[in-house]
């Protein structure tokens, strides 16, 4: 990508838009962050208002832009309630169905919107894994009928979003491994060095992720390939089962031990916590295949790598 390109970050506040604006800022691009609580003192970046549902002031940020990534979307690390089902949903189908109709009104859109999807999308699975032409569907087993029902509304607005001169991604990304807060590997970096890092269930789940740098540098890759429209996954190419990934862990960390979680600790300990077992008992088997396809390479392709570079950067 050209240096002094405009990159807009919807929902840019978060973990992720920090590393993404992080990464092109480094590039020497010009980076625009929209957020419900600006900080005017955030330095190089700039910090605009915006609601994540309709259309005000921050719509003018779009001319002339060379790229948008859609990040908005209120967290699933929570009980899935009644309310929290609402603003999970809304979150996402709002912030998408106001991007789109922003750039409809533009009079000099982008050329490319990446929209944040998930790797959840895809059918729980101890098969073969999944690459974009993977199912789609919830099962009892995994206990995720309401993600498969935001997944699909979320890539539904997407679709249906009249932009003709904007190329539209849906990033079905899957775990996002990174030092940041709310990043998972802190969480499981500290559960293994308390001694909790056993497998969570049987341990036959698998697991997607994908390093934060690599995340960064395949959307960068999304952005400057043409090429690229519809749905993509993003994550590495090596799915790893949930007792191989806290294996890992122990090793890396050097806790050779690790109190295993069975699936009633989990129910108990995910109540306590306030969030749902679905997000650790769903097996995401999923591969890069288009981003493979295209020549993208992963400077993290192995989930050792990715580990012992994250525990590095932690303090070892």
């Known amino acids: ?33 929209l957020t419900r609580s600006p900080n005017a003192t955030s330095g190089a970046i700039r910090e605009i208002k915006w609601d994540a549902a309709t259309l005000g002031e921050w719509t003018r940020e ?3 832009a060379d790229a948008i990534i859609n990040l908005a979307g209120r967290s699933v690390d929570c009980r899935y309630h009644e309310r929290n089902r609402r603003l999970i949903m809304e979150s996402r189908v709002n912030s998408t169905r106001a991007i789109g109709e922003a750039i409809a009104k533009s009079k000099a859109p982008p050329p490319v919107w990446l929209n944040a999807s998930t790797a959840t999308i895809y059918k729980h699975t101890f098969g073969p894994a999944w690459d974009e032409s993977g199912e789609i569907g919830s099962t009892p087993e995994a206990k995720d009928e309401f993600s498969i029902q935001v997944a699909t509304a979320w890539e539904r607005t997407l679709n249906e979003a009249q932009t003709p001169l904007t190329r539209k991604v849906a990033m079905r990304a899957s775990m996002v491994m990174g030092t940041r807060g709310n990043s998972v590997f802190p969480v499981l970096r500290r559960l293994t060095h308390l001694g909790l890092g056993g497998r969570m269930g049987n341990g036959r789940q698998f697991v997607s992720w994908i390093h934060e740098a690599d995340f960064c540098r395949a959307v960068d890759w999304l952005i400057t390939h043409r090429e690229f429209s519809g749905p993509v996954n993003v994550c590495a ?4 089962t949930n007792a191989e990934t806290m294996k ?17 600790m989990l129910e108990i300990g995910a109540f306590i916590v306030r969030t749902e077992t679905e ?31 994250l525990n590095k950067k932690m303090g070892g």
């Open 1 to 33: 990508m050209n240096a002094d390109r405009h990159i807009i970050i919807a929902g840019g506040s978060g973990f992720l838009g920090r590393a993404l604006a992080a990464h092109f800022q480094k590039a020497g691009h010009r980076i625009t962050v």
């Open 62 to 64: 779009l001319d002339g």
């Open 237 to 240: 190419p090596n799915p790893v």
């Open 248 to 264: 890992m862990l122990r090793e890396v960390c050097g806790r050779p031990l690790g109190l295993p979680a069975t699936g009633w």
């Open 279 to 309: 997000l650790l008992i769903k097996s995401r088997r999923v591969v890069p295949g288009r981003l493979a396809e295209s020549g993208f390479e992963f400077q993290f392709p192995r989930l050792r790598q990715a580990i012992e570079d």
